[in-house]
Protein backbone atom coordinates (compact mmCIF):
# COMPACT_ATOMS: atom_id res chain seq x y z
CA UNK A 1 0.00 0.00 0.00
CA UNK A 2 1.54 3.70 -0.53
CA UNK A 3 1.77 5.55 2.01
CA UNK A 4 -0.25 8.89 1.92
CA UNK A 5 0.93 11.80 4.04
CA UNK A 6 -1.28 13.50 6.15
CA UNK A 7 -1.29 17.81 4.83
CA UNK A 8 -2.09 18.71 8.21
CA UNK A 9 1.08 17.06 10.23
CA UNK A 10 3.09 18.16 6.94
CA UNK A 11 1.86 22.24 6.91
CA UNK A 12 2.33 21.82 10.87
CA UNK A 13 5.53 20.62 10.80
CA UNK A 14 6.53 23.28 8.46
CA UNK A 15 7.01 21.49 5.57
CA UNK A 16 5.33 21.19 2.49
CA UNK A 17 4.85 18.17 -0.04
CA UNK A 18 7.12 18.24 -3.37
CA UNK A 19 4.44 19.56 -6.76
CA UNK A 20 3.15 18.27 -9.82
CA UNK A 21 2.48 14.45 -8.55
CA UNK A 22 6.34 14.15 -7.74
CA UNK A 23 6.53 11.69 -4.45
CA UNK A 24 8.31 13.25 -1.78
CA UNK A 25 8.33 16.89 0.30
CA UNK A 26 10.16 20.30 1.09
CA UNK A 27 11.47 20.50 5.15
CA UNK A 28 14.02 22.57 7.14
CA UNK A 29 16.46 23.39 4.10
CA UNK A 30 15.61 19.96 2.33
CA UNK A 31 14.09 18.02 -0.31
CA UNK A 32 13.88 14.76 -0.46
CA UNK A 33 12.47 12.53 -3.63
CA UNK A 34 11.52 9.13 -4.28
CA UNK A 35 10.80 7.40 -7.46
CA UNK A 36 9.20 4.23 -7.85
CA UNK A 37 9.87 2.82 -11.79
CA UNK A 38 9.41 -0.31 -14.00
CA UNK A 39 12.35 -2.81 -14.70
CA UNK A 40 14.50 -1.93 -17.23
CA UNK A 41 13.30 -2.70 -21.32
CA UNK A 42 15.79 -5.11 -22.60
CA UNK A 43 17.78 -2.36 -24.48
CA UNK A 44 18.29 -0.19 -21.82
CA UNK A 45 19.44 -3.57 -20.24
CA UNK A 46 21.96 -3.97 -22.84
CA UNK A 47 22.97 -0.23 -22.25
CA UNK A 48 24.57 -1.16 -18.81
CA UNK A 49 25.50 -4.42 -19.43
CA UNK A 50 28.22 -2.08 -22.22
CA UNK A 51 28.43 0.45 -19.35
CA UNK A 52 29.08 -1.76 -16.43
CA UNK A 53 31.07 -3.93 -19.11
CA UNK A 54 29.45 -7.40 -17.97
CA UNK A 55 26.62 -9.88 -19.66
CA UNK A 56 24.92 -10.26 -15.79
CA UNK A 57 22.25 -8.43 -14.40
CA UNK A 58 20.06 -8.97 -11.77
CA UNK A 59 16.92 -10.82 -12.91
CA UNK A 60 14.94 -7.39 -12.04
CA UNK A 61 16.39 -3.92 -12.29
CA UNK A 62 14.67 -0.99 -11.41
CA UNK A 63 17.34 0.94 -13.08
CA UNK A 64 15.23 4.25 -13.08
CA UNK A 65 14.10 4.34 -9.36
CA UNK A 66 16.02 6.26 -6.75
CA UNK A 67 15.77 8.02 -3.82
CA UNK A 68 17.80 11.68 -3.50
CA UNK A 69 18.31 13.97 -0.41
CA UNK A 70 18.88 17.28 -1.19
CA UNK A 71 20.37 19.99 0.96
CA UNK A 72 19.16 23.01 -0.69
CA UNK A 73 21.52 25.75 -0.40
CA UNK A 74 24.39 24.09 -0.77
CA UNK A 75 23.48 21.74 -3.42
CA UNK A 76 24.64 18.54 -1.43
CA UNK A 77 22.96 15.03 -2.29
CA UNK A 78 22.68 12.07 -1.16
CA UNK A 79 21.20 9.41 -3.38
CA UNK A 80 20.69 6.33 -4.31
CA UNK A 81 20.47 3.94 -7.14
CA UNK A 82 21.36 0.26 -8.87
CA UNK A 83 23.65 1.68 -11.35
CA UNK A 84 25.90 2.80 -8.98
CA UNK A 85 25.18 -0.25 -6.62
CA UNK A 86 26.24 -2.41 -9.48
CA UNK A 87 29.42 -0.50 -10.08
CA UNK A 88 30.55 -1.45 -6.31
CA UNK A 89 29.47 -5.12 -7.28
CA UNK A 90 31.54 -4.99 -9.97
CA UNK A 91 34.46 -3.45 -8.20
CA UNK A 92 34.42 -5.69 -5.27
CA UNK A 93 33.92 -8.94 -7.36
CA UNK A 94 33.49 -11.49 -4.84
CA UNK A 95 34.16 -15.03 -5.61
CA UNK A 96 30.79 -17.11 -6.48
CA UNK A 97 29.07 -18.76 -3.23
CA UNK A 98 29.39 -22.22 -4.36
CA UNK A 99 26.15 -24.00 -4.48
CA UNK A 100 24.71 -26.76 -2.92
CA UNK A 101 25.04 -29.69 -5.38
CA UNK A 102 21.47 -30.27 -5.94
CA UNK A 103 20.64 -26.62 -6.54
CA UNK A 104 23.78 -26.31 -9.34
CA UNK A 105 21.66 -27.28 -12.22
CA UNK A 106 18.68 -24.40 -11.55
CA UNK A 107 21.08 -22.21 -13.35
CA UNK A 108 21.24 -23.65 -16.41
CA UNK A 109 19.27 -21.97 -19.27
CA UNK A 110 19.20 -25.07 -21.74
CA UNK A 111 18.97 -28.35 -20.57
CA UNK A 112 22.40 -30.78 -20.80
CA UNK A 113 24.30 -26.91 -19.97
CA UNK A 114 27.14 -26.63 -18.59
CA UNK A 115 27.32 -24.40 -16.08
CA UNK A 116 30.48 -22.15 -14.95
CA UNK A 117 29.42 -19.79 -12.68
CA UNK A 118 33.18 -17.79 -12.26
CA UNK A 119 31.30 -14.03 -11.20
CA UNK A 120 29.69 -13.07 -8.08
CA UNK A 121 25.74 -14.08 -9.03
CA UNK A 122 24.71 -12.66 -6.05
CA UNK A 123 25.43 -9.40 -6.66
CA UNK A 124 26.91 -8.35 -3.82
CA UNK A 125 27.72 -4.85 -2.95
CA UNK A 126 29.58 -2.87 -0.97
CA UNK A 127 27.49 0.47 -1.97
CA UNK A 128 26.41 2.63 0.80
CA UNK A 129 25.04 5.60 -1.36
CA UNK A 130 26.22 8.21 -3.67
CA UNK A 131 26.88 12.06 -3.12
CA UNK A 132 27.09 14.62 -5.73
CA UNK A 133 26.95 17.85 -5.69
CA UNK A 134 25.26 20.45 -7.64
CA UNK A 135 27.03 23.77 -9.27
CA UNK A 136 24.63 25.92 -11.15
CA UNK A 137 22.53 24.11 -13.68
CA UNK A 138 25.16 21.18 -13.75
CA UNK A 139 25.94 18.67 -11.29
CA UNK A 140 29.41 17.44 -10.92
CA UNK A 141 30.61 14.45 -9.04
CA UNK A 142 32.09 15.17 -5.53
CA UNK A 143 35.90 15.01 -6.29
CA UNK A 144 36.79 15.43 -2.72
CA UNK A 145 34.35 18.28 -1.50
CA UNK A 146 32.73 15.90 0.42
CA UNK A 147 34.24 13.85 2.69
CA UNK A 148 32.66 11.38 5.42
CA UNK A 149 34.82 11.02 8.73
CA UNK A 150 35.20 8.09 10.68
CA UNK A 151 33.44 8.99 14.25
CA UNK A 152 32.00 7.37 17.17
CA UNK A 153 28.12 8.72 17.69
CA UNK A 154 26.30 5.70 16.70
CA UNK A 155 22.10 6.43 15.72
CA UNK A 156 20.02 5.05 18.32
CA UNK A 157 17.82 2.83 16.15
CA UNK A 158 15.73 1.90 19.05
CA UNK A 159 14.98 5.98 20.31
CA UNK A 160 14.13 6.44 16.39
CA UNK A 161 11.60 3.66 16.72
CA UNK A 162 10.09 4.60 19.95
CA UNK A 163 9.63 8.79 18.93
CA UNK A 164 6.43 10.21 18.85
CA UNK A 165 5.98 12.09 16.08
CA UNK A 166 3.81 11.79 13.16
CA UNK A 167 5.85 10.23 10.37
CA UNK A 168 5.75 13.31 7.42
CA UNK A 169 6.95 10.94 4.22
CA UNK A 170 7.64 7.58 4.16
CA UNK A 171 8.74 5.19 0.75
CA UNK A 172 10.57 2.34 0.07
CA UNK A 173 12.33 1.92 -3.02
CA UNK A 174 13.90 -1.77 -4.82
CA UNK A 175 16.53 -0.90 -6.69
CA UNK A 176 17.13 -4.34 -8.36
CA UNK A 177 16.08 -8.28 -7.12
CA UNK A 178 17.16 -11.87 -8.27
CA UNK A 179 16.00 -15.03 -6.77
CA UNK A 180 18.72 -16.78 -7.74
CA UNK A 181 17.61 -19.74 -9.79
CA UNK A 182 14.94 -20.56 -7.47
CA UNK A 183 17.73 -21.12 -5.14
CA UNK A 184 17.73 -18.46 -2.87
CA UNK A 185 17.23 -14.61 -3.17
CA UNK A 186 19.21 -11.19 -3.48
CA UNK A 187 17.81 -7.79 -2.95
CA UNK A 188 19.07 -4.08 -2.35
CA UNK A 189 16.12 -1.70 -1.98
CA UNK A 190 16.16 1.73 0.58
CA UNK A 191 13.39 3.27 3.09
CA UNK A 192 13.12 6.65 4.11
CA UNK A 193 11.33 8.21 6.90
CA UNK A 194 10.98 11.77 7.74
CA UNK A 195 9.82 13.20 10.84
CA UNK A 196 9.41 17.00 11.73
CA UNK A 197 12.79 16.03 13.60
CA UNK A 198 14.95 14.51 11.50
CA UNK A 199 15.23 11.90 8.25
CA UNK A 200 16.09 8.37 8.60
CA UNK A 201 17.17 5.82 6.08
CA UNK A 202 18.01 2.47 5.72
CA UNK A 203 19.95 0.71 2.62
CA UNK A 204 19.77 -3.08 3.15
CA UNK A 205 21.00 -5.60 0.80
CA UNK A 206 19.86 -9.14 1.81
CA UNK A 207 21.38 -12.64 0.52
CA UNK A 208 20.08 -15.85 1.35
CA UNK A 209 22.02 -18.97 -0.84
CA UNK A 210 19.42 -21.82 0.27
CA UNK A 211 21.91 -24.01 1.86
CA UNK A 212 24.69 -22.23 1.90
CA UNK A 213 24.86 -18.36 2.83
CA UNK A 214 23.34 -15.78 4.55
CA UNK A 215 24.56 -11.82 3.97
CA UNK A 216 23.59 -9.05 5.40
CA UNK A 217 24.76 -5.35 4.72
CA UNK A 218 23.03 -2.23 6.03
CA UNK A 219 23.49 1.19 5.85
CA UNK A 220 22.17 3.53 8.14
CA UNK A 221 21.93 7.18 7.78
CA UNK A 222 20.13 9.96 9.81
CA UNK A 223 20.51 13.78 9.95
CA UNK A 224 18.70 15.77 12.54
CA UNK A 225 16.90 19.30 11.81
CA UNK A 226 18.72 20.83 14.31
CA UNK A 227 21.61 22.95 11.90
CA UNK A 228 19.83 24.06 9.07
CA UNK A 229 22.48 25.24 7.15
CA UNK A 230 25.23 23.14 8.21
CA UNK A 231 23.45 19.86 9.37
CA UNK A 232 25.58 16.99 10.16
CA UNK A 233 25.31 13.11 8.42
CA UNK A 234 25.52 9.97 10.76
CA UNK A 235 26.25 6.88 8.41
CA UNK A 236 26.28 3.86 10.20
CA UNK A 237 27.49 0.58 7.71
CA UNK A 238 27.17 -3.04 9.32
CA UNK A 239 27.74 -5.99 7.65
CA UNK A 240 26.73 -9.69 8.81
CA UNK A 241 27.39 -12.92 7.45
CA UNK A 242 27.13 -16.66 8.42
CA UNK A 243 26.67 -20.44 6.82
CA UNK A 244 23.67 -22.46 7.51
CA UNK A 245 26.13 -24.90 8.96
CA UNK A 246 27.34 -22.56 11.48
CA UNK A 247 23.62 -21.60 12.62
CA UNK A 248 23.10 -25.57 12.42
CA UNK A 249 26.12 -26.43 15.13
CA UNK A 250 24.49 -23.48 16.90
CA UNK A 251 20.92 -25.23 17.14
CA UNK A 252 18.90 -22.87 15.09
CA UNK A 253 17.21 -24.10 12.08
CA UNK A 254 18.34 -25.66 8.76
CA UNK A 255 15.89 -24.85 6.69
CA UNK A 256 15.86 -21.64 4.43
CA UNK A 257 11.77 -21.01 5.37
CA UNK A 258 13.34 -19.71 8.68
CA UNK A 259 15.33 -17.23 7.20
CA UNK A 260 12.93 -15.88 4.91
CA UNK A 261 12.86 -12.02 7.04
CA UNK A 262 16.23 -10.53 7.91
CA UNK A 263 14.23 -8.26 10.63
CA UNK A 264 13.56 -11.44 12.34
CA UNK A 265 17.02 -13.33 12.13
CA UNK A 266 19.83 -9.98 12.14
CA UNK A 267 20.94 -10.77 15.11
CA UNK A 268 21.78 -14.75 14.66
CA UNK A 269 24.24 -13.15 12.24
CA UNK A 270 27.56 -11.98 13.34
CA UNK A 271 29.00 -8.72 12.21
CA UNK A 272 31.96 -8.97 10.25
CA UNK A 273 32.29 -5.17 9.82
CA UNK A 274 31.10 -2.20 11.13
CA UNK A 275 31.53 1.49 10.33
CA UNK A 276 30.14 5.13 11.70
CA UNK A 277 30.84 8.15 10.14
CA UNK A 278 29.66 11.52 9.94
CA UNK A 279 29.19 14.08 6.68
CA UNK A 280 29.39 17.87 7.64
CA UNK A 281 27.76 20.02 4.75
CA UNK A 282 28.92 23.58 5.06
CA UNK A 283 26.66 26.12 3.76
CA UNK A 284 28.01 26.57 0.33
CA UNK A 285 30.60 24.19 -1.93
Request: hydrophobic content about 40%; some cysteine; charged content about 25%.
Amino acid sequence: MEWEADEKEVKAAGAELLPDGRRGLRIHGWEIESSNRSILTSLNLQSWEEKLETTHLPEMMFGDSCLVLKHVSSGTQIHFNAFDALLGWKKEALPPVEVPAAAHWKFRSKPFQQVILNYDYTFTTPYSGSETVETGSDSEEKNGCLKWEDCDEEINVVALASKKEPILFYDEVILYEDELADSGVSFLTVKVRVMPSCWFLLLRFWLRVDGALMRLRDTRVFCTFNEISNPVIIREICWRETTFKALASKGYPSDSASYNDPNIISQRLPIVFHNTQKLKIPDTL
